[in-house]
């Protein structure tokens, strides 16, 4: 096993933990948010950036094991950055389409798409 000089694995290192905090706060948005509407865009977010540092430190730690410049990852982030909005869009559009051809609530403070647990 080879070592990797500092220049490559402190970059990396820093992708991940950042990549990390911004999937958990993506996580932690939704949780804490209160309805469907507002809840599917934190995790989306997330995802997409903790993503893209994650693969920022897969490509600088495979071209420093492999001695050349490694850029498979690209294709991986761009698959991330295309699809994931078109997802989130589809997403919504059934979430108003249910909403839409659901009866009326009865009550005021129930979120009309996905009531949450009362702590």
Avoid at 65 to 71: K, N, P
Avoid at 98 to 111: E, I, K, L
Wanted: one cysteine or more; proline letters at 7%.
């Amino acid at each position: 096993m080879s070592e990797l000089p500092l220049w490559i694995s402190l970059p990396a290192s820093l992708f991940l933990i950042s990549s990390g905090l911004l999937t958990l706060i993506g996580t932690l948005g939704l949780l804490r948010l209160k309805d469907f509407y507002a809840r599917v865009h934190a995790p989306t977010l997330g995802a997409t950036l903790g993503a893209g540092g994650a693969l920022l430190a897969s490509m600088l730690l495979s071209s420093g094991l492999h001695g050349r410049l490694v850029i498979h990852e690209i294709l991986i982030g761009l698959f991330l950055v295309l699809t994931a909005p078109v997802t989130t869009l589809l997403l919504m559009r059934a979430a108003r389409f249910r909403d839409r051809n659901a009866p009326p609530s009865t009550d005021a403070d129930a979120a009309p798409t996905c009531p949450t647990k009362d702590k």
